[in-house]
T-cell receptor, first 114, second 111 residues
């Protein structure tokens, strides 16, 4: 596969469940990002990793826990979520985390919390 | 805090028409501005990236302009086609790596 892939594409979970979202990039990038896209709101940056190190946590609740084992893989672990966490979660990657680089996005995971 | 506004929120045009999408931002201290396309239920595809020192970028039927001092950008689509139907997002990057997005313009091109 090429580009940025995300699994699963769709996820339904209860508030007591624990699940994980996976992102993989095949572009040789070193920076990876998690974004949240809610209905009628702009995309919100959640986390940034550069060379596996977290460089940004945009005041995200602790029920979202990111993990970046290497520059190609990024996870978002979910536990005790709330219905308002239902959204499209997008992963992106880029060369370097500097603002001059284009970010390449995955197709997203559509999450529904019941 | 940077804020990005896109007007209109939705636009419906007949096939073949030329159209303009607008983006404005409150803080002119940007590194670059990007236009993305998002198809329903899918991720974002980068269309054009304009560095702060540039005035415009072109790719095929797309032309994006940037007036940093006034905090504005436009995306011009020539000879629109039904396949252009999507949500178009504008995003600006400050001196750090953060992209601030607008809510997007939903474009429908009718055959």
């Amino acid at each position: 596969e090429t580009g940025v892939t995300q699994t699963p594409r769709h996820l339904v979970m209860g508030m007591t469940n624990k699940k994980s979202l996976k992102c993989e990039q095949h572009l040789g990038h070193n920076a990876m990002y998690w974004y949240k896209q809610s209905a009628k709101k702009p995309l919100e940056l959640m986390f940034v990793y550069n060379f596996k190190e977290q460089t940004e946590n945009n005041s995200v609740p602790s029920r979202f826990s990111p993990e970046c084992p290497n520059s190609s893989h990024l996870f978002l672990h979910l536990h005790t979520l709330q219905p308002e966490d239902s959204a499209l979660y997008l992963c992106a990657s880029s060369y370097g985390q500097g603002g001059k680089e284009t970010q390449y996005f995955g197709p997203g995971t559509r999450l529904l919390v019941l | 805090k940077q804020e990005v506004t896109q007007i209109p929120a939705a636009l419906s045009v007949p096939e073949g028409e030329n159209l303009v999408l607008n983006c404005s931002f409150t803080d002119s201290a940007i590194y670059n501005l990007q236009w993305f396309r998002q198809d329903p239920g899918k991720g974002l595809t980068s269309l054009l990236l304009i560095q702060s020192s540039q005035r415009e970028q072109t790719s095929g039927r797309l032309n994006a302009s940037l007036d940093k001092s006034s905090g504005r950008s436009t995306l011009y689509i020539a000879a629109s086609q039904p396949g252009d139907s999507a949500t178009y997002l504008c995003a600006v990057s400050g001196s750090n790596y953060k992209l601030t997005f607008g809510k997007g313009t939903l474009l429908t091109v009718n055959p």
